[in-house]
């Protein structure tokens, strides 16, 4: 992909999945706006100045109902006025709107005058605009008690609680990944999915339940694997160990065991000093398991900087799962070959891998 790429609301939710998406498929890394660049005409203008792509994320969900409504029109007029700075505007601006828009809410009505006031400044400009009406967004990372009520529910299962339903409702829900390719142009096609709250807590209670015991849950379609990705998101990554059946004819240790479906199994060998992997997946559920030899593995949440090391060893075998969206390795750290088990949720498809070269380090 060579098309150049400016982003408002880049340190948000969907900005950060908008900029893991881009990263993933070729996209130059985007130009960030943030918001003392908004506010200033002239700086913004030259960040806007001849870009293939302008991408407005950058929002107010909460507040008081005023400051909301003025907020996300503020917000837009700020762009505004960089779009109308430009020597050169950009030939596609892309507004992160809601299906909330002109609702009767604070944050639908800031919404639809945003999107009414864009599409009339592009047009005079000669920009493409297209106005994005998303629905209910979940996905890794969400901040509970603000993005969603998914990643509120993730939150309070992860830590040991339970959610509470007060007032069930119907949702449509759109994964923040599928919002990404919408707003990067990447498709055109919004798999959204209906679930009541109580629907939804239901299937995450069961998926923790499940994953207390490190056994994989039944995830039979698209969306549950999604929805797991996303509580698996709100544990920290770490090792768990496993127990080592042994008698006198040797031991027995399981690794794996997934309810409802099948995937992939496979082993490797690696020789001392060599590292396997240096990638992420944005979907993939992948399982990795030392059985012979001393490894260390090493993951690294996309566009963050901290590195988290394990060291693990075929003498006392651990499950670690890798998280979607963190780039991971492992390396044979000692004197003998290593034998590592994976597995993953589906079968490989070298048509469509899941697969994104990412160094760890």
């Given amino acids: 992909m060579t098309e ?3 982003l408002t609301g880049a340190g948000g939710f969907l900005g950060w999945h908008v900029r893991v998406l881009a990263r993933a498929l ?3 890394e985007p130009t960030i706006v943030d918001r003392a660049t908004l506010a200033s005409p002239a700086l913004l203008a030259d960040a806007l100045n001849g870009a293939d792509r302008v991408i407005h994320i950058a929002g107010i969900n909460r507040g008081e109902p005023h400051k909301v409504t003025a907020g996300n029109v503020q917000l ?4 505004m006025a960089g779009l109308r700075a430009c020597p050169t505007p950009p030939k596609t601006v892309v507004f992160a709107n809601s299906i909330q828009a002109g609702n009767g809410t604070a ?11 864009l599409a009339e400044t592009t047009r005079w400009l000669g920009s493409t605009f297209a106005d ?4 209910n967004l979940f996905g890794e990372h969400g901040q ?3 993005n969603s009520v998914i990643a509120t529910f993730c939150r309070l299962l992860a830590d040991g609680g339970t959610p509470q339903i007060s007032g069930d409702r119907e949702l449509d829900l759109l994964h923040a990944t599928d919002a990404a390719a919408l707003l990067l142009g990447t498709t055109d096609a919004q798999p959204t999915v209906r679930r009541t709250v109580q629907q939804l807590a239901d299937q995450l ?3 923790a339940a499940t994953y207390r015991t490190a056994e994989i849950p039944d995830l039979a379609d698209r969306f549950d694997v999604r929805l797991f990705n996303t509580y698996r998101s709100h544990l920290a990554p770490a090792p768990y160990g496993l127990t080592r059946h042994s008698d006198a004819r040797g031991s027995l240790v399981e690794t794996v065991k997934v309810h409802g479906g099948g995937g992939q199994t496979f082993c490797s060998s690696t020789v001392p000093g060599i590292t396997r992997g240096q990638h992420f997946h944005l979907a993939k559920v992948e399982r990795f398991v030392v059985v012979r030899g001393e490894a260390e593995i090493r993951l690294r949440r996309v566009l963050h900087d901290e590195v988290l090391t394990f060291r693990v060893s075929g003498e006392e075998p651990v499950v670690v799962d890798m998280p979607t969206m963190w780039a991971h390795d492992i390396t044979n750290v000692g004197d003998s070959e290593l034998t590592t088990l994976f597995w993953s949720n589906d079968l490989f498809d070298p048509a469509n891998p899941d697969t994104y070269p990412e160094p760890v380090r």
């Fill in 76 to 79: 837009a007029q700020q762009l």
């Fill in 144 to 146: 509970p008690h603000y």
């Fill in 205 to 207: 209670e069961r998926f």
């Fill in 4 to 6: 150049s790429l400016v």
């Fill in 26 to 28: 070729g996209f130059p």
């Fill in 132 to 135: 994005v009406l998303l629905p």
């Fill in 107 to 117: 944050y639908g009505d800031g919404k639809a005058t945003a999107a009414v006031q």
